[in-house]
């Protein structure tokens, strides 16, 4: 089988890159024959190895259309991997589903779709009902992305729901802590990723000085602001640090504003308790730092929105009302006293894991291609 991924690549810092890179490692894992070539944004690193090859030649600002199929040429399956801030809002990604030669089978994956009343520009859902039209079949994270794709006319049939992977991390807690120089330190809740104010941290700090009452706690923020912050999150790291002092516990706010490499993630979720997500987005979106927390082990505790809809495939009482601080309070220290509850949710993320491992999800890419392929 002979498959070609478009998408960004890494060293590239993009969470599509980066997912796609676990998904191909995946694949050689489950099956050394496949012939793999990705099909990359510039920025991405030139290798050629035995059956495994990525070709940077084109960019998003640019007319992307003609390398994209010049490359695809000979390849049974050509996967996409669609966000939309990769390939705009224009003809561009159309005109090359339509071009594509039509022996080669075109799979999307589209990884966010933003309900039109919740997006500026009003026309998000409907580029991606045009992909969703123009591919042989789609494959999405979430139910509710499916469930979006079936109201705009998409046929059930061609949708496949496949879960974003979980990578699985086992690093001691006491190693993990003294790498990072965290030793010492009580319950670590943590937060991961780049700051932004979506992600609600200072809702986490209400819920921290409620749990320090009856426990130990810190609430690790790990990660600095994104390349290009704006002036509102900027200003939102300002609020937190203050928001600390009005609470009494900027002693127990561990804000380091740096960025951790790959190698660093396995210790920053293994020195933790619980992570949290007290998010509030209306994207339709699997999140990449909830299956790390995951793969992790460790218990998480997010909000109820469609991202996180798949904690409940964990366990559901985990899942809080957004703005919450003191549900987030009360599940966190249900966790840290109640041994038979953790239990019961470190069962049940034991499980989760298994069924999203990047070679299970491979194994679902691969029975779909060879499925599409046949069709």
């Known amino acids: 089988m002979k498959i070609a991924y478009v998408s960004t690549y890494l060293p590239q810092r993009c969470g599509v890159a980066t997912y796609l890179d676990y998904l191909v490692q995946g694949i050689k894992e489950v099956d050394c024959g496949v012939e793999i070539k990705i099909i990359a944004e510039r920025g991405a690193a030139t290798l050629k190895r035995d059956r495994f090859e990525v070709i940077p030649c084109w960019h998003r600002d640019e007319n992307y259309v003609e390398p994209i199929i010049d490359h695809a040429k000979g390849m049974d399956v050509v996967h996409i991997q669609h966000e939309y801030s990769i390939y705009k809002f224009d003809d561009r990604l159309p005109s090359v589903l339509r071009r594509l030669d039509q022996t080669l089978k075109k799979v999307v994956t589209i990884h966010c779709i933003r309900p039109s009343q919740f997006c500026e520009r009003?026309?998000?859902?409907?580029?991606?009902?045009?992909?969703?039209?123009?591919?042989?079949?789609v494959i999405v994270h979430l139910e509710s992305q499916r469930e979006m794709l079936i109201r705009l006319g998409i046929s059930p049939g061609k949708i496949h729901v496949i879960p974003h992977g979980t990578e699985i991390m086992d690093v001691d807690a006491e190693a993990a802590r003294k790498k990072l120089g965290l030793l010492g330190q009580g319950r670590i809740l943590l937060m991961f990723g780049f700051v932004k104010p979506h992600k609600c941290a200072h809702v986490a700090l209400e819920a921290l000085k409620e749990i320090c009452v009856e426990e130990d706690a810190y609430l690790f923020i790990a990660g600095g602001l994104a390349p290009g912050a704006s002036q509102r999150e900027k200003r939102y790291v300002d609020l937190l640090k203050s928001k600390s002092r009005e609470l009494g516990v900027e002693k127990r706010l561990l804000l380091p504003l740096k960025f951790f490499p790959d190698e660093d993630i396995p210790y920053v979720?293994?020195?933790?308790?619980?992570?949290?997500?007290?998010?509030?987005?209306?994207?339709?979106?699997?999140?990449?730092?909830?299956?790390?927390?995951?793969?992790?082990?460790?218990?998480?505790?997010?909000?109820?929105?469609?991202?996180?809809?798949?904690?409940?495939?964990?366990?559901?009482?985990?899942?809080?009302?957004?703005?919450?601080s003191h549900e987030i309070a009360k599940i966190a220290i249900r966790l840290f006293k109640d041994r038979t509850f953790a239990a019961h949710v470190q069962e049940r993320l034991r499980k989760y894991r298994e069924e999203t491992s990047w070679k299970a999800i491979a194994r679902k890419h691969l029975t779909l291609y060879d499925h599409v392929i046949r069709s």
Do not use: M
Request: glycine share 6%.
């Open 122 to 137: 009003g026309n998000d859902e409907l580029y991606a009902k045009k992909i969703a039209e123009l591919a042989d079949c």
């Open 269 to 324: 979720f293994g020195a933790c308790d619980a992570v949290l997500f007290p998010y509030y987005e209306q994207d339709r979106s699997s999140s990449g730092s909830f299956h790390l927390a995951i793969g992790s082990g460790k218990p998480v505790i997010a909000s109820r929105i469609p991202k996180f809809e798949e904690l409940r495939n964990v366990c559901d009482e985990l899942l809080i009302t957004p703005y919450n």
